[in-house]
């Protein structure tokens, strides 16, 4: 089974339309964090998470908001979705080593249309 | 603001030649940088990861350099092959990782 999973990995909707995508992880990592992908741009943080407490937010976090339901689960929700949040969205877990942060492990993806 | 840049976006090599990738990042204060390969449709695998205090980092026919000091780092594949064809991103980690847009890796057989 994968360590980290997305669901839905793909999803289609209309303007206005409130998205929830999930995000599950058994690597038992205390960080999670959601990107999202345009062509040309690169991975963009949208929202982190270094613990269940912590939320913090990323470069581009306008239209998005989160929750860290679990150390295991975070979800990202577009609460009235719009065309220009069509794109491809990425999840990620890593862990503490030392005073720096070791890999982040990436899910699969979810894309997302928004019609 | 971190910024990472990636040159060239695309690149096409016929099967066996060697591969070099570059990187530039403008903020030297950084914990490590990594590269990752990412496949059509595909999440991101995590190639070689470079602590700050290291030069360079190798695995397989995969090496990686990094120069905090000029911002740069470079990955370079060894007698590449079809199966490396991808695109490779370079991330540096200033407590969170920033992106650069990308390499597209042809490889013909």
């Known amino acids: 089974d994968a360590d980290v999973t997305q669901t839905p990995r793909n999803r289609i909707t209309k303007t206005g339309k409130r998205i929830m995508l999930e995000c599950s992880q058994t690597k038992g990592h205390d960080r999670m964090y959601w990107y999202r992908q345009d062509p040309g741009l690169g991975l963009r943080l949208i929202y982190y998470?270094?613990?269940?407490?912590?939320?913090n937010k990323g470069e581009i976090s306008d239209g998005y908001s989160v929750s860290r339901q679990a150390q295991a689960k975070f979800s990202l929700s577009l609460e009235s979705a719009i065309p220009n949040q069509t794109a491809l969205y990425f999840c990620?877990?890593?862990?503490?080593?030392?005073?720096?942060?070791?890999?982040?492990?990436f899910g699969p993806g979810t894309r997302l249309t928004v019609l | 603001k971190q910024e990472v840049t990636q040159i060239p976006a695309a690149l096409s090599v016929p099967e066996g030649e060697n591969l070099v990738l570059n990187c530039s990042f403008t903020d030297s204060a950084i914990y490590n940088l990594q590269w990752f390969r990412q496949d059509p449709g595909k999440g991101l695998t995590s190639l070689l990861l470079i602590q700050s205090s290291q030069r360079e980092q190798t695995s397989g026919r995969l090496n990686a350099s990094l120069d905090k000091s000029s911002g740069r780092s470079t990955l370079y594949i060894a007698a590449s092959q079809p199966g490396d064809s991808a695109t490779y991103l370079c991330a540096v980690d200033d407590y969170k990782l920033s992106f650069g847009a990308g390499t597209t890796v042809t490889v013909r057989a």
């Open positions: 998470s270094f613990d269940v407490k912590d939320i």
């Open positions: 990620a877990t890593s862990d503490l080593r030392g005073s720096s942060t070791d890999t982040q492990y």
